[in-house]
């Protein structure tokens, strides 16, 4: 039994290892090419300003150029502000649904040795009927009118 397990986690390191230098090597890969896409970009706003200075003048390009990036900034944290909401109730859900399953892990874990206890089935059948009559009173109370979340569904 010792000779299996030390086998599977020599597997389960060896890929690990080899998870990580692929993680690695696609980390290093993906910023070339955001390094080389930004240069990219910076020579076509660079191309841009030549032309509408050529076209408007020096000063009217400024001017365009740096209200047009400006307006852009205002339109990006506007953005922002208004998705923070929603991103703090996805958080919520999953830092519950994680909180879920630790849960029954631990108790799945526990499960075994307060079976051969002293009390037996009587010690897991007691917070079960707790849990299963909570439950039941959440499904049935009402949804308090403070309470932002409500009205959603879950």
């Not at 399953?101 to 526990?110: E, F, N, Q, S």
Request: with cysteine; glycine share 12%; proline share 3%.
């Amino acid at each position: 039994m010792g000779m299996l397990a030390s086998l599977i986690s020599g597997l389960a390191s060896g890929e690990a290892v080899a998870a990580v230098r692929r993680a690695r090597t696609a980390a290093i890969v993906y910023a070339l090419a955001a390094l080389a896409a930004l240069c990219g970009v910076g020579f076509l706003v660079g191309a841009a300003y030549v032309w509408v200075a050529g076209r408007y003048g020096p000063m009217a390009a400024c001017l365009g150029f740096g209200v047009g990036f400006l307006v852009i900034t205002g339109l990006l944290l506007l953005f922002h502000q208004l998705s923070a909401g929603a991103r703090a109730r996805r958080r919520a859900r999953r830092r519950q649904a994680d909180m879920k399953a630790v849960g029954i892990t631990a108790a799945l874990a526990v499960l075994p040795a307060l079976l051969k206890g002293k009390g037996g089935l009587g010690t897991i059948l007691g917070p079960a009927i707790a849990l299963a009559a909570y439950a039941i009173y959440r499904e049935n109370v009402k949804p308090d009118a403070d309470d932002p979340d409500a009205g959603e569904a879950k």
